[in-house]
């Protein structure tokens, strides 16, 4: 053994698989996994950059970490992931005693970079690479109790949403070939594996380097694969979701009644000023088309409230969006200006308090949507795949049915990653609860 490893990890989804990838390369080099910050002697922060909060809480753990790093100073320390990215050299500026600074897209060189690290420290390397960046076989180290399992399809975003870092922190799209892809889902079949998530920053615009395939190919493919139950994928662009995905969507039993959807703001004038390429008609007409093929589908979004001149009426035409739409769970955030984007140079006419109100009043409204449409579930009987036990009541088990709803539910005799017919008898803005039917009788719900 060479010693033992931490990960802390903020953000995505991309970013938790990252750290997977990660804390495989190092088991691979002969690392195990530490039980605490305190016991590594190689410590990795991933860190995210999408609003400032969250940058903020990477300098709150280098805080934490430095007393860690005086008392053991052959202890390594890195930053990856976003904050790595935009900071670059500032970071070893603000803590010199660190021992790497890894952009996401640099992180396939953690192992040489650790032995370098051993003789010299204070080592930044935040190159976009373009090659390399999956390597077939990877070791990938996944939770063993999860029961989905995440699969990379493609890097980067070549969007320019005016407030987003991710761009700068991810550098261009780069897409993995359509085999190796389905290599990966195959084998993962073979581990157990029932669900996987197909991950990317714009994953409808899934492009296969060889072939040419698009995301409804990869979907088919690996709705192919015996032993896959459930495809997901994520994160949809509502202009990229063409026709052929909606298609596979509504052909495919695998794929999950579920589908994010990020609408950002519900008012043309506020989506064009952040650049995101559709109008609110336009984006109303892709959730018409995706219901009238996938009836009952259930959709998530993200808001951003707050936007630089986004006045009344503006924000009121979001809460319109969100009565129109009724998604079944909504991510909101107030707007946090992001160094070097160009939203960062707009005026902001919006008080704090304005935008803080506003997003309560958001998440008022979309708490009640969410009751109401649980509440229409109580006494169906859904299929829920169980992930574990529950986080409330250890006794109880969790899971998620096909349109990513939490059922919990007391059973004997059921294990993580069996399909469960669950009859719903309660209904939280969150969650459901239920009891397992007597007969297997699930409706796709
Ligand atoms: N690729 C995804 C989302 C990436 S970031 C997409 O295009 O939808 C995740 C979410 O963070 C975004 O959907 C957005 O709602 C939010 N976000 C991004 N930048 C932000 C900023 N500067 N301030 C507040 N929220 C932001
Ligand atoms: Fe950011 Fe827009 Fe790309 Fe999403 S699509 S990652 S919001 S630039
Ligand atoms: Fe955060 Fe980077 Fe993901 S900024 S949201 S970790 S792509």
């Given at each position: 053994?060479?010693?033992?490893?931490?990960?802390?990890?903020?953000?995505?989804?991309?970013?938790?698989?990252?750290?997977?990838?990660?804390?495989?390369?190092?088991?691979?080099?002969?690392?195990?996994?530490?039980?605490?910050?305190?016991?590594?002697?190689?410590?990795?922060?991933?860190?995210?950059?999408?609003?400032?909060?969250?940058?903020?809480?990477?300098?709150?753990?280098?805080?934490?970490?430095?007393?860690?790093?005086?008392?053991?100073?052959?202890?390594?320390?890195?930053?990856t992931g976003c904050v790595a990215q935009m900071a670059g050299d500032a970071l070893l500026q603000r803590a010199p005693w660190l021992d790497l600074v890894l952009g996401p897209r640099a992180e396939g060189r953690l192992p040489d970079l650790?032995?370098?690290?051993?003789?010299?420290?204070?080592?930044?390397?935040?190159?976009?690479?373009?090659?390399?960046?999956?390597?077939?076989?990877?070791?990938?180290?996944?939770?063993?109790?999860?029961?989905?399992?995440?699969?990379?399809?493609?890097?980067?975003?070549?969007?320019?949403?005016?407030?987003?870092?991710?761009?700068?922190?991810?550098?261009?799209?780069?897409?993995?070939?359509?085999?190796?892809?389905?290599?990966?889902?195959?084998?993962?079949?073979?581990?157990?594996y029932r669900e996987v998530e197909f991950l990317g920053q714009n994953v409808n615009a899934y492009r296969c380097p060889a072939t040419r395939a698009g995301l409804a190919d990869l979907l088919r493919g690996a709705a192919a694969i015996s032993?896959?139950?459930?495809?997901?994928?994520?994160?949809?662009?509502?202009?990229?979701?063409?026709?052929?995905?909606?298609?596979?969507?509504?052909?495919?039993?695998?794929?999950?009644?579920?589908?994010?959807?990020?609408?950002?703001?519900?008012?043309?004038?506020?989506?064009?000023?952040?650049?995101?390429?559709?109008?609110?008609?336009?984006?109303?007409?892709?959730?018409?088309?995706?219901?009238?093929?996938?009836?009952?589908?259930?959709?998530?979004?993200?808001?951003?409230?707050?936007?630089?001149?986004?006045?009344?009426?503006?924000?009121?035409?979001?809460?319109?969006?969100?009565?129109?739409?009724?998604?079944?769970?909504?991510?909101?955030?107030?707007?946090?200006?992001?160094?070097?984007?160009?939203?960062?140079?707009?005026?902001?006419?919006?008080?704090?308090?304005?935008?803080?109100?506003?997003?309560?009043?958001?998440?008022?409204?979309?708490?009640?949507?969410?009751?109401?449409?649980?509440?229409?579930?109580?006494?169906?009987?859904?299929?829920?795949?169980?992930?574990?036990?529950?986080?409330?009541?250890?006794?109880?088990?969790?899971?998620?049915?096909?349109?990513?709803?939490?059922?919990?539910?007391?059973?004997?005799?059921?294990?993580?990653?069996?399909?469960?017919?669950?009859?719903?008898?309660?209904?939280?803005?969150?969650?459901?609860?239920?009891?397992?039917?007597?007969?297997?009788?699930?409706?796709?719900?």
């Amino acid at each position: 053994m060479k010693g033992r490893y931490w990960i802390d990890t903020w953000g995505c989804q991309m970013n938790e698989h990252d750290s997977e990838k990660m804390a495989g390369v190092l088991e691979g080099l002969g690392y195990l996994p530490a039980a605490s910050r305190e016991e590594a002697d190689v410590l990795l922060l991933n860190t995210c950059a999408v609003r400032e909060k969250a940058e903020e809480k990477v300098y709150a753990a280098l805080g934490q970490i430095e007393g860690l790093k005086r008392r053991r100073p052959e202890l390594i320390v890195g930053v990856t992931g976003c904050v790595a990215q935009m900071a670059g050299d500032a970071l070893l500026q603000r803590a010199p005693w660190l021992d790497l600074v890894l952009g996401p897209r640099a992180e396939g060189r953690l192992p040489d970079l650790l032995a370098r690290a051993a003789e010299r420290r204070g080592i930044v390397d935040t190159t976009l690479y373009q090659d390399g960046l999956f390597p077939p076989g990877q070791p990938v180290r996944r939770d063993p109790a999860r029961v989905k399992a995440y699969v990379t399809v493609m890097e980067g975003c070549n969007k320019t949403c005016t407030y987003c870092i991710v761009p700068r922190t991810r550098g261009r799209e780069v897409s993995r070939p359509l085999a190796d892809v389905l290599e990966e889902v195959r084998r993962l079949a073979g581990e157990g594996y029932r669900e996987v998530e197909f991950l990317g920053q714009n994953v409808n615009a899934y492009r296969c380097p060889a072939t040419r395939a698009g995301l409804a190919d990869l979907l088919r493919g690996a709705a192919a694969i015996s032993g896959i139950e459930r495809i997901r994928f994520t994160t949809s662009h509502p202009l990229h979701l063409r026709p052929p995905i909606i298609q596979a969507m509504a052909e495919l039993p695998q794929v999950c009644d579920h589908l994010h959807l990020p609408v950002q703001s519900g008012s043309s004038r506020i989506l064009a000023a952040m650049r995101r390429g559709y109008d609110r008609e336009l984006y109303l007409a892709r959730v018409a088309a995706l219901r009238e093929a996938v009836p009952g589908i259930s959709l998530s979004t993200d808001v951003i409230v707050g936007f630089p001149g986004e006045g009344e009426a503006e924000f009121e035409e979001t809460l319109s969006l969100l009565e129109t739409v009724r998604f079944d769970q909504v991510y909101s955030f107030v707007y946090s200006p992001r160094p070097g984007t160009p939203a960062a140079g707009l005026p902001d006419d919006v008080p704090r308090g304005v935008k803080i109100e506003r997003l309560m009043r958001l998440q008022a409204l979309q708490r009640r949507i969410q009751l109401e449409s649980n509440a229409r579930l109580v006494g169906r009987t859904v299929e829920v795949l169980v992930e574990g036990p529950s986080r409330r009541d250890a006794a109880e088990w969790a899971g998620r049915t096909t349109s990513n709803r939490v059922v919990n539910f007391p059973g004997a005799g059921v294990r993580p990653g069996d399909r469960v017919a669950v009859t719903i008898t309660a209904a939280g803005p969150n969650s459901l609860r239920g009891e397992v039917a007597p007969r297997r009788a699930a409706a796709r719900s």
